[in-house]
């Protein structure tokens, strides 16, 4: 297997399991509030937290910036409750948004989180750049995946069921919220 597929796969499997549980959290906190529809919107967003996950990998990697891990694993339940509390403010047929500069600033958050690892298997490669690339088209691809998965749920659940989007948007907000206050606590 090459450098540029295992560092693709690595980044997939970033996302795609449950001891990523923070991180499926903040995704299907972004994703709730959107519809089919919205999938463009929704597109961007991601990539936004992409764009400021893979900043932070880049800077923590080279070493140009260090924050206490600590510090960040606790930062990054509560990026989730902050996301989880706006969806709170849901309204139907009223275009919502959450806005790409707070996505990228969170994304930010959780980028400082898995770098430590991810610093450890650079460690052994030559060059970064490739290595880093790779994982985060995995990341990209690893994220589209859940957001494919969370909108074709909720889309069931609300044409077919005729769940109401507001009470769809408010009970898995709920839900976030009550399994992220116990990772605040947890990790303060």
Not at 11 to 38: P, R, S
Not at 41 to 51: K, N, P, Q
Not at 139 to 164: D, F, K, N, P, S
């Amino acid at each position: 297997m090459s450098t540029f597929q295992t560092y693709l796969l690595l980044g997939l499997q970033h996302i795609l399991n449950w001891q990523a549980l923070d991180h499926l959290l903040f995704i299907l906190a972004i994703t709730c509030i959107y519809t089919l529809t919205d999938l463009k919107r929704l597109f961007y967003l991601i990539s936004a937290f992409t764009l400021g996950h893979s900043l932070t990998l880049v800077l923590a990697t080279l070493k140009l910036i260090e924050i206490s891990a600590d510090w960040i694993e606790w930062l990054i339940p509560c990026t989730i409750l902050i996301t989880a509390l706006t969806n709170l403010r849901f309204k139907e047929r009223q275009k919502q948004k959450n806005t790409y500069w707070m996505v990228t600033a969170f994304g930010l958050i959780h980028g400082l989180g898995f770098s430590n690892y991810l610093q450890s298997l650079l460690g052994k490669e030559a060059g970064i750049i490739g290595p880093l690339f790779a994982f985060n088209v995995g990341l990209e691809l690893g994220q589209m995946i859940v957001v494919a998965v969370i909108l074709g749920l909720g889309t069931l659940l609300m044409h077919t069921l005729h769940v109401r989007q507001r009470t769809y948007v408010l009970v898995i907000s709920g839900i976030i919220i009550g399994l992220v206050l116990p990772m605040i606590l947890e990790r303060w």
